[in-house]
C-alpha cells in the first residue's frame, strides 16, 4: 500500500480508515492476495537473475563471460589431480614451528596458547569468528604451511572442531604479506568431508569450505572425524619474508559454530619437488585463479548471477476473515471468507472486477485504470532530486495527505513514464536534463519573501546528502571509490563494540582489498545492529517500511566525520592522492587540489589563507613528534600527518555534506 500506491492502508487493520475510504474488510480482502504465501522461517524458492538481465547485453562482457566459464571448467578439471595426489604428502618437506607474534580472532578474543605451541580456541569465540595468526619465519622463505587438527578434551566430542559434534568448516585458509593478500595455489589433507574438499578451503568464495565429518564408506575404511588432521596449503611460488611478520587467516563463514578448536600450524621453505605433470598442474591451476580473479573484478557482478526469493503459494491455502480489531484468535467467521480484491476507491467503474490472485493484482498495479503507480513512483524520484515531492506527503496520497504543487506536471510525468515502457532511466533523464533541475541553488532575498519553502521551484533545493552518498563522497574524494557493480555484501571498517549489546555478538570480517572501498550500497547490514554510519546520518530502521528519510542535524554527525577511523583513513587516502597528483610540490597548490576535489569550485582567497594558517599550524605540531604522525598517519611525515588533518577538516565541512 505505502510502497505502490502511497496509501496508508495500514491503518484499516484493527478498523475502518477514519480518514480515507479503505474499510476494515476491504484490508482483509487485500491481505488475502498475500495469505496464501508459503513461507518457512522467511526461507523460500529462489530464482537465478543473470548478469544480463541486470545490466543488459555487451559484446565485450559477453567474451569475458566465455573466457571465465572456460577457466572455471580447466579449473574443475585440474583440481581433482592437484587435491588427490599422493605426491603433496609424500613431499620432503621441512615442517617448522613458526615464531608466533600474535594469535586471535578478528572480533578480538584471543586465542589460547598451550605448552605445545598449539592453539585453542574458547567457547566464547564469536560465532563464524575468523582466527589471525600472526608469526615470523627465521629462514627467509616460505612455500607451505601445515595446518594440524588436534582434538582435546575441553572440546565437544573431544574436537578438533567446535561444532556440536567436533566438526568444523574452514570456508577459507590465505596469507596477509605486509597487509596484502596472498592467496594459496594448491591444497592437500588426509582426509576431506564428501561436498567439502579441501581445496573449497581456498578457492576465496565464502559459502564453500573444507570440513571432516565422515560417511558410512570412509568409517568403514577407519577414518573418524574426531581425531587428529592435517592439511597443507602450498603458495604458487616462495615468498621472501626475512624480518617481515606474515599472518595466515583462516574464515569460518559457512556455518555458526563451525570453527577450529585446537590447531597447530608449521611451514616449510623447500620448494614441492614433485613430478613435472603435477607441477605444471599447479602452476597453471595458480594462473588460471588469478585470471578468475582479475575477470570478476572487471566484470559488474563478480561475473555471478544472483538469486532472488520468489514467493510460493500454499497448495491449498488457509481461509481469510476479517480480523475483529485485528486479532488473529478473533475472526468474524460468521461473515464468511473473504476473497481477493481491492478497494472499490480505487476500482472507479471496475467495481465488478474480480481478482484471484497477486499475478491479477500484480497486472493491475501497472495497468492504467490504476491512477497511483505511476504517480507515485513518478513523485518518489522527483524527490530523490529536489528534496521533496511535488505531492510533499510522498506515501500518503489520500485525503490527509498535501495536495500536489503542480499536479499537471504530475500527471504528465506520469504519462511520459507509462508511454516510456516504465523506464526509469528516461525519467531520470528526463528530470535532469531539464532547465528546473539545472538551477543555482543560490536564494535571492526576492525569492526568499515570496516562497520561502521553494513550492513553485524558482531555485534549486539545497539539502545534506543521504547517509550512504555521505561516505561514497569521501571515498570518491580521495580516489579509492571501487567502481564495482554488484556482488554479495561487503564488510567496511566500523568502529569497535557494535555488536556488544546485540543478543549475538556476530562477526564482521573487515574488508582489506578493493571491497573495503565500495559503494556503502554493498555494506552488509544487521537488523540488530545497523552499520552505525547508516544510523548516524538517518537511514531508517530496517524493520519496517520507509518511503522516505527524515534529514537531521546533530553533533554526532560531525564528530563522526571527523573522528571516525574509517573518515580519518580517507583523508589519508585524500592527503596522499593530492600529494601523488600535484605537478609541483608548491603549498598553495596542493592546498586548491584538494579544496577542489572535496567542494568541486575554486576556494576564494580567504578561504585559503584560513586552510593555509591551519596547514602551518598543524605541520608545526606535527614537526615536534614523529610518534604522532605515525599514530596519526600512519608514517614520521609531518607534511604529510598536516595534509591528512587539512583534508579531515574539509570533508566535515557543511559544503561537502550539502548537494547544491
Not at 42 to 51: I, R, S
Not at 537 to 555: G, L, Q
Not at 556 to 564: E, K, R, V
Request: hydrophobic residues 35%; aromatic residues 8%.
Amino acid at each position: 500500500g505505502a510502497v505502490w500506491l502511497g496509501l496508508t492502508v495500514g491503518c484499516a487493520q484493527c478498523h475502518s480508515h477514519k480518514f480515507d475510504p479503505l474499510s476494515h474488510r476491504e484490508y482483509y480482502q487485500f491481505y488475502a492476495f498475500f495469505n496464501g504465501a508459503a513461507d518457512a522461517n522467511n526461507t523460500g524458492p529462489t530464482v537465478e537473475v543473470t548478469e544480463d538481465e541486470l545490466f543488459g547485453w555487451s559484446r565485450e562482457r559477453a567474451a569475458m563471460q566465455d573466457e571465465l566459464r572456460a577457466a572455471r571448467r580447466r579449473l574443475q578439471e585440474l583440481e581433482p589431480l592437484i587435491a588427490e595426489s599422493s605426491m603433496l604428502e609424500t613431499v620432503p618437506w621441512n615442517w617448522q614451528a613458526p615464531e608466533l607474534a600474535s594469535y586471535e580472532t578478528e572480533g578480538g578474543t584471543p586465542l589460547q596458547l598451550q605448552e605445545d605451541g598449539s592453539l585453542l580456541a574458547g567457547r566464547d569465540t564469536v560465532k563464524d569468528d575468523s582466527y589471525l595468526v600472526t608469526f615470523g619465519c627465521s629462514t627467509g622463505q616460505l612455500t607451505a604451511v601445515r595446518l594440524r587438527l588436534l582434538t582435546d578434551q575441553r572440546l565437544p566430542r573431544n574436537g578438533p572442531g567446535l561444532a556440536t559434534n567436533g566438526n568444523l568448516v574452514l570456508t577459507d585458509a590465505a596469507l596477509e604479506v605486509d597487509g596484502e593478500p596472498v592467496r594459496f595455489s594448491a591444497a592437500w589433507a588426509d582426509h576431506s568431508q564428501p561436498g567439502y574438499p579441501v581445496l573449497d578451503a581456498i578457492d576465496d568464495r565464502a559459502d564453500t569450505g573444507w570440513a571432516i565429518n565422515v560417511d558410512d564408506e570412509q568409517r568403514r575404511r577407519g577414518a573418524s572425524m574426531n581425531s587428529e588432521h592435517s592439511a597443507v596449503f602450498i603458495l604458487p611460488k616462495p615468498i621472501s619474508l626475512r624480518d617481515r611478520p606474515v599472518t595466515l587467516v583462516l574464515r569460518h563463514q559457512l556455518h555458526e559454530d563451525y570453527q577450529l578448536g585446537r590447531f597447530a600450524i608449521d611451514f616449510s621453505s623447500i620448494p614441492p619437488e614433485t613430478s613435472s605433470g603435477l607441477s605444471d598442474a599447479i602452476a597453471e591451476a595458480a594462473d588460471l585463479r588469478t585470471r578468475v580473479s582479475e575477470i570478476q573484478t572487471q566484470l559488474p557482478g563478480g561475473g555471478t548471477g544472483v538469486t532472488q526469493m520468489v514467493i510460493n503459494e500454499l497448495q491449498s491455502p488457509p481461509d481469510t476473515y476479517r480480523l475483529i480489531r485485528g486479532d488473529f484468535l478473533d475472526p468474524a467467521v460468521d461473515e464468511g471468507r473473504l476473497t481477493p480484491g481491492l478497494p472499490a476507491v480505487l476500482l472507479a467503474d471496475e467495481t465488478s472486477k474480480t481478482f484471484e490472485n497477486r499475478l491479477d493484482l500484480a497486472r493491475w498495479l501497472v495497468s492504467r485504470d490504476n491512477p497511483l503507480t505511476a504517480r507515485v513512483t513518478v513523485n518518489r524520484v522527483w524527490a530523490k532530486y529536489f528534496g521533496r515531492g511535488l505531492v510533499e506527503t510522498d506515501n500518503d496520497f489520500g485525503y490527509q495527505g498535501s495536495p500536489p504543487s503542480h499536479p499537471e506536471l504530475l500527471d504528465w510525468l506520469s504519462m511520459e513514464f507509462i508511454e516510456s515502457g516504465w523506464s526509469l532511466k528516461q525519467l531520470h533523464r528526463l528530470i535532469v536534463h531539464s532547465a528546473t533541475y539545472r538551477q543555482s541553488s543560490e536564494v535571492t532575498a526576492e525569492m526568499l519573501k515570496k516562497d520561502p519553502g521553494n513550492y513553485w521551484l524558482a531555485r534549486q533545493s539545497r539539502f545534506r546528502v543521504e547517509a550512504e552518498i555521505v561516505r561514497d563522497q569521501a571515498l570518491s574524494a580521495a580516489g579509492l571509490l571501487t567502481g564495482k557493480l554488484g556482488g554479495p555484501s561487503v564488510y567496511p571498517p566500523q568502529p569497535d563494540g557494535v555488536f556488544d549489546f546485540t543478543q549475538r555478538k556476530k562477526n564482521w570480517p573487515t574488508e582489506q582489498g578493493s571491497n573495503r572501498y565500495r559503494r556503502t550500497l554493498y555494506t552488509m547490514v544487521y537488523r540488530s545492529a545497523p552499520y552505525p554510519l547508516l544510523t548516524t546520518f538517518d537511514a531508517p530502521e530496517f524493520s519496517a517500511t520507509c518511503t522516505a528519510r527524515v534529514r537531521s542535524n546533530t553533533p554526532l554527525q560531525s564528530l563522526t566525520m571527523a573522528n571516525d577511523p574509517m573518515f580519518v583513513e580517507l583523508a589519508l587516502g585524500l592527503a596522499r592522492a593530492v600529494i601523488q597528483d600535484a605537478e609541483v610540490g608548491d603549498h598553495e597548490e596542493l592546498l586548491v587540489a584538494m579544496f577542489r576535489r572535496c567542494l568541486s569550485r575554486q576556494p576564494r582567497s580567504i578561504e585559503l589563507e584560513v586552510l593555509g594558517g591551519f596547514w602551518q599550524r598543524e605541520r608545526r605540531r606535527f614537526a615536534q613528534s614523529e610518534e604522532s604522525c605515525r599514530q596519526f598517519a600512519g608514517e614520521p611525515s609531518p607534511d604529510v600527518a598536516a595534509w591528512t588533518s587539512l583534508a579531515r577538516v574539509l570533508i566535515n565541512t557543511d559544503e561537502f555534506l550539502t548537494r547544491n
